[in-house]
């Protein structure tokens, strides 16, 4: 079976999913809804710098439910409740990396959503590497201890080469490291670590009293120029670390941990590892590291090379669910709902 796809969006994510969907036998790009005027009109291919595809980028939504697509792939930087609505009560399934796993932080929002979903008959599925598919391989890991005391997630990495300010500078990078609203800046931007949280939780089938953000800073001794415009000034926090717990009780059994600096000249200065950790407590304990390695033939001509190898690993696992999603029940899908996902489409004809 081919399913009929509707991009939404062009951006860093977008561009890997155009490119996933057109070398997917599974999938067939039908449509692209361009965010910005000056996208209109122009060859989705050509955006996504792959060449030519024949299908051009619109910002008209009517005519975008009309195809009658199987699936949105959805990826603009924020979630829109009206845009899903919209999208959902025509029928159309969606999978999303826009800060979207259980909807929970999108308040009655999230009610209207669920009302889509039964209207339509159609289904929407959050995902991404972190929040996302990491909590999967912890709630997969965590099958093989016969008790489990406690389940951590910690991704770690520094985000200099990374040119997102507008998801950056909202979780407190950049701010005077003695500003006092700083806790309360960072728990606003990094609330969808909540839903991680909570997706582990269900995956257990505990229910929390409590879950709370936890942070530390480090500043920056010199001033920073970073990509995108944009500069961390001497003082200015150049480092966060950011942790989510749910409590039963006193005692925490879920924590989703985010470590990311940027530069060399932290203080205090932090260990750091590149990639995610995984840590089953329980009997017996389980400890997994994920870390990526470019392709053999990988050539890189710009950093930005670089930068896109890790928005593929964000983009496809939105895309790897599209064919059991499309399949699900109407409502909120997440990877406790769906059955294993199954990488179809993207072995190497090399």
């Excluded at 399934?93 to 800060?99: D, H, I, K, Q, R």
């Excluded at 530069?263 to 009997?283: C, H, K, N, S």
């Excluded at 870390?291 to 930068?307: G, I, K, M, Q, R």
């Amino acid at each position: 079976m081919t399913f009929r796809i509707v991009q939404w969006t062009t951006g860093n994510v977008g561009k890997k999913s155009v490119q996933a969907i057109v070398d997917n036998a599974q999938l067939e790009l039908v449509g692209c809804y361009a965010w910005s005027a000056e996208k209109v009109g122009h060859d989705v291919g050509e955006l996504c710098g792959i060449g030519p595809l024949g299908v051009r980028a619109t910002d008209d939504v009517d005519a975008l439910v009309a195809l009658e697509p199987d699936c949105v792939v959805y990826n603009p930087m924020f979630a829109d409740a009206d845009e899903l609505i919209r999208i959902l009560r025509a029928g159309i399934n969606v999978v999303a990396t826009a800060e979207f796993i259980t909807g929970h932080q999108m308040g009655a929002d999230r009610d209207r959503i669920v009302e889509a979903c039964e209207l339509g008959g159609s289904t929407i599925f959050g995902s991404g590497i972190n929040p996302g598919f990491i909590q999967l391989l912890a709630i997969v890991t965590a099958g093989i201890s016969d008790r489990v005391d406690r389940v951590s997630v910690v991704e770690s990495f520094d985000t200099t080469i990374y040119n997102s300010p507008a998801t950056e500078i909202p979780m407190g990078f950049g701010y005077p490291a003695d500003q006092p609203d700083l806790p309360a800046i960072t728990e606003k931007g990094s609330a969808i670590f909540r839903e991680a949280v909570l997706l582990v939780a269900d995956a257990l089938g505990v229910e929390l009293d409590d879950i709370r953000c936890e942070v530390d800073y480090a500043s920056t001794t010199e001033d920073l120029a970073l990509p995108g415009d944009w500069s961390i000034a001497a003082g200015c926090v150049a480092g966060i670390d950011v942790r989510w717990k749910g409590f039963v009780g006193t005692r925490d059994v879920v924590e989703v941990r985010g470590i990311w600096t940027k530069g060399q000249t932290l203080e205090p200065a932090w260990p750091m590892d590149f990639g995610y950790t995984i840590r089953v407590e329980g009997r017996p304990t389980i400890k997994t590291t994920l870390s990526f390695e470019p392709p053999t033939d990988f050539v890189a001509e710009t950093l930005d090379d670089f930068v896109m190898l890790g928005l593929t690993i964000t983009a496809m696992p939105a895309i790897t669910a599209i064919p059991a999603v499309v399949a699900a029940a109407p409502g909120i899908a997440t990877y406790n709902d769906l059955p294993l996902l199954l990488p179809r489409g993207v072995l190497s004809h090399a």
